[in-house]
């Protein structure tokens, strides 16, 4: 059988990457994303699919691919594939693996859906932030374990907790030997469910999954740990981006990988172009430069607003608030992440129990999740000082850099700040639910008074406050120019003119979304 690609999404969108990669029958999925446009459609945070049904209404919506073979069989309805047999896409499938890219969950969101026993090839620092990021979300995500469901009076409902444990799916991350600290945070369940664990498998820079040999090399993106993938098939090397960028602090990360993409001699380069239309990119340093001028400038309350997960921008107001002498104050899900970032030894993160620069910041709540009442205890033991609420806020604000976004405003009515300053330091709007939330954080900025900083709204960041996570306009032009593939397939992108320039150097290929291109 011939190699193929098959692009169940990610094609002409941003992001929810699906990629099928087969050879022999045998296939590999490139990163396995929710897409929020689509979603977005016909669902909100408050009207969801319905946990009841399993896979069945991301099936009805055409929203998952029907393939036979790659989900979980307890979120499989009765009758569940006789009903899709007549599908164009439906055909059953044999996958060896998952390689994912990094822990955003417009690549990794639908884990949630797959097999159990489907290893997941990743970084360490990416397993364990993904982990992080199921153990803190308030969501139905089972991205690294899963919940098991059992058919009964007609619906899937979840086992009973006290008989049936989570069960973890294999995780394999490159490298010679994994830390203690590793398996320890890989391991640990954080509810009353048993965690039926899965210990970290370390695997070989080169690893053998089926007739694949996969490489995951480092690059520069907004969060720690992604990676971009070279898998060497019987028709020759196919490489993947994933996310990457050529301007953060990172940037030689990213051109490594071109340089060893380039030497594979590649068939195939799928490449991101998220935001190929932008010349000249904000770099990381020029935010830090700039958030640090204001915040030297400001007498209240600071505000810092930047996307989760952005540690390189986290790290940036780290250093600010120890140059101005205020506490960088943090949520739990903030701290717990920076300890799953430690115990997969990413360097340069700080220990928030010991780092006198980091506060803890803790709302008043009715009921808390045993992860955040046991993280909150173990801060308020090591380092009560920094442990802070409302009223040390209100009492001084002038100490502190608060990281808060929309979902924390509730804190500010407690607070109830008399003006300070908010600086807007994550990505523009790029819908019309996001275009209604940025209006919503501008009426908090102007009921509190709040001088703001940084661009709410569509337009593309301007002001020097925030630096994208994705690779410009020439920063793919140096890419595609290194890496010299046969064929180039851009994904997680909207832009089809940019890329015509590249028909020169290599064939241009624009993916249909389920119809497979044969790699020759």
């Not at 890219?101 to 397993?127: I, K, M, Q, W």
């Not at 694949?212 to 028709?235: C, Q």
């Not at 115990?343 to 910041?361: C, F, H, K, N, S």
Request: glycine share 8%.
């Amino acid at each position: 059988m011939p190699v193929s690609l098959t692009f169940y999404d990610g094609t002409g969108c941003i992001g929810g990457n699906k990629i099928l990669l087969e050879d022999e029958g045998i296939g590999l999925f490139l990163d396995f994303g929710t897409n929020f446009g689509a979603e977005g459609l016909f669902f909100d945070e408050f009207l969801r699919p319905r946990a009841t049904f399993g896979l069945a209404d991301l099936l009805v919506l055409n929203i998952l691919p029907p393939l036979k073979g790659l989900y979980r069989s307890d979120l499989e309805y009765p009758g569940l594939w006789e009903k899709y047999s007549a599908h164009p896409w439906f055909r059953e499938v044999e996958i060896r693996g998952i390689l994912l890219s990094h822990a955003h969950f417009d690549h990794c969101g639908y884990l949630t859906y797959l097999r159990p026993d489907v290893p997941v090839l990743t970084s360490l620092t990416t397993a364990l932030a993904t982990k992080a990021l199921q153990d803190t979300s308030s969501s139905q995500v089972e991205l690294c374990y899963i919940t098991p469901r059992e058919l009964k009076d007609g619906l899937l409902r979840a086992t009973d907790y006290r008989s049936v444990p989570h069960q973890q799916r294999p995780f394999w991350v490159p490298g010679e030997s994994i830390p203690e600290e590793a398996h320890g945070f890989w391991e640990k369940a954080v509810t009353s469910r048993r965690l039926c664990s899965q210990p970290l498998k370390a695997c070989s820079s080169e690893a053998e999954l089926g007739p694949f040999r996969v490489r995951l090399f480092p690059v520069d993106h907004s969060i720690p740990g992604a990676g971009a993938f070279a898998v060497k098939t019987s028709a020759g090397w196919v490489v993947y981006t994933g996310d990457l960028r050529l301007h953060g602090k990172q940037a030689h990360l990213t051109r490594q990988f071109m340089q060893e993409a380039a030497r594979l001699k590649p068939k195939v380069l799928i490449c991101e172009g998220t935001h190929p239309e932008v010349e000249r990119p904000v770099h990381e340093q020029e935010v830090a430069a700039n958030c640090f001028e204001v915040v030297k400038k400001a007498e209240g309350l600071v505000i810092a607003d930047f996307g989760p997960r952005n540690v390189e921008r986290l790290l940036s107001f780290l250093e600010i608030a120890g140059e101005t002498e205020r506490l960088l104050t943090l949520t739990p899900k903030d701290i717990y992440l920076l300890e799953a970032l430690r115990a997969a030894g990413e360097p340069g993160i700080p220990d928030p129990m010991t780092d006198q620069r980091v506060a803890l910041y803790v709302r008043p709540k009715a009921l808390r999740k045993p992860w955040e009442e046991e993280l909150i205890a173990r801060f308020g033991e090591r380092a009560p000082e920094r442990l802070i609420d409302a009223a040390r806020v209100k009492f001084a604000p002038q100490d502190f850099i608060l990281c808060f976004s929309y979902y924390d405003f509730h804190a500010l009515l407690d607070i109830e700040p008399e003006g300070g300053t908010y600086i807007y330091s994550s990505s523009e709007a790029y819908d019309e639910e996001m275009l209604m939330d940025h209006e919503r954080v501008r009426n908090w900025i102007n009921f509190f008074g709040f001088r703001l900083y940084g661009t709410l709204g569509r337009d593309r960041e301007r002001s020097g406050f925030h630096a994208s996570g994705h690779i410009h306009g020439p920063g793919i032009e140096e890419l595609v120019e290194t890496v010299k593939p046969e064929v180039l397939i851009p994904v997680h992108t909207e832009n089809r003119e940019f890329f015509r320039r590249f028909e020169g150097i290599c064939r241009v290929v624009w993916p249909e979304r389920g119809r497979a291109l044969a790699v020759e």
